[in-house]
Nanobody
Framework: QVQLVESGGGLVQAGGSLRLSCAASGLTFSSYAMGWFRQVPGKEREFLGAIIRSGGTTNYAESVQGRFIISRDNAKNAVYLQMNSLKPEDTAVYYC?????????????????WGQGTQVTVSS
């Protein structure tokens, strides 16, 4: 079955960096666009960014543009989220997701598979 497993979350001070990884299995990874989302309890899931199948194009939410970078390695079936200049408001559970679609990647319903999430906590 398809599995997406995030790792790399943890506690970091404001201004610091973290790199999240998402390892995919059970699917033809290069056939899926990949996205990153986050969610705070009691709030809606927030789109962070997405990367197309080939990795040639990325798209980011304004809230993280210039601070977060998405990359992928199709040979390793992995997608990454490099997070820099972290702020306390970046504290959330972070999810990776896989989409067969090429459109609507800012919308969660466009994604076919989701990881279980990894907690990121940014202290002030």
């Amino acid at each position: 079955q398809v599995q997406l497993v995030e790792s790399g979350g943890g506690l970091v001070q404001a201004g610091g960096s973290l790199r999240l990884s998402c390892a995919a299995s059970g699917l033809t990874f290069s056939s899926y666009a990949m996205g990153w989302f986050r969610q705070v309890p009691g709030k809606e899931r927030e789109f962070l960014g997405a990367i197309i199948r080939s990795g040639g194009t990325t798209n980011y939410a304004e809230s993280v543009q210039g601070r977060f970078i998405i990359s992928r390695d199709n040979a390793k079936n992995a997608v990454y989220l490099q997070m820099n200049s972290l702020k306390p408001e970046d504290t959330a559970v972070y999810y990776c997701a896989a989409s067969k679609s090429v459109l609507g990647l800012r919308v969660g319903s466009s994604y076919n598979y989701w990881g279980q999430g990894t907690q990121v906590t940014v202290s002030s």
